[in-house]
């Protein structure tokens, strides 16, 4: 009886090491895929994501490598979020309501690199004139003593503020900013 009781426990464990050993198998084939959003490149999410505009209305820093955008109702999350567009034609992320089209933002930046972007604008075409761009100071219009903490706020959240947009492509949730515009001017596309 004892024979019996070892043979079943021994046919168990080896039953769940497999199984275990199975899923971890797959964990990491997946992972090292390229259907894991981490994996898949810029260029293949230019090529074939869904494409939305976003609203720009600054950035938050930059430095000699790029800037960080700042945008309006678009957020990189540290994780999964649906987008949507709304009735002014500007795509929004939303955490609550489930959509057809979402992305990771563990995976996604608003930053975005010189190297991986060509300039492409009249006034803006290279990464100096943009940075002397960045470099002025932003005009307070209208001064109300009554808006201080709002200019306040503004001079603490933004480098540098200004009305744009940027196109954005999502394609297996991985979301990659392909151009971005100063005003109505295209300044920056992905390369």
């Known amino acids: 009886m004892n024979t019996d009781i070892k043979k079943k426990h ?5 039953s769940v ?11 990491l ?3 090292s895929s390229p259907l894991h959003p981490r994996n898949i490149s810029y260029e293949t999410v230019a090529k074939r994501g869904d494409e939305f505009v976003i609203r720009l209305d600054g950035i938050s820093s930059y430095d000699e490598k790029g800037f960080t955008v700042s945008t309006e109702n678009f957020y990189f999350p540290d994780g999964k979020v649906s987008v949507f567009v709304g009735e002014d034609g500007f795509a929004y992320t939303d955490y609550d309501k489930k959509g057809e089209v979402s992305f990771n933002g563990k995976y ?4 975005i690199y010189y190297d991986g972007y060509s300039f492409c604008g009249e006034e803006y075409k290279t990464k100096e004139e943009l940075e002397a761009f960045f470099e002025l100071p932003d ?3 209208n001064f109300d003593i009554n808006n201080l903490s709002t ?5 603490i959240h933004y480098e540098k503020q200004f009305v744009g947009k940027a196109t954005v492509k999502i394609y297996r949730g991985k979301c990659v900013i392909t151009e971005v515009y100063i005003g109505e001017e295209k300044v920056l596309k992905l390369k």
């Open 151 to 155: 200019y306040i706020q503004n001079i």
């Open 139 to 141: 005009p307070i219009y």
């Open 17 to 27: 090491f497999i199984c275990l050993s199975s899923i971890c198998f797959f964990l």
């Open 108 to 111: 996604s930046s608003p930053f």
């Open 10 to 14: 021994t046919k168990l464990i080896l």
């Open 29 to 31: 084939v997946y992972i």
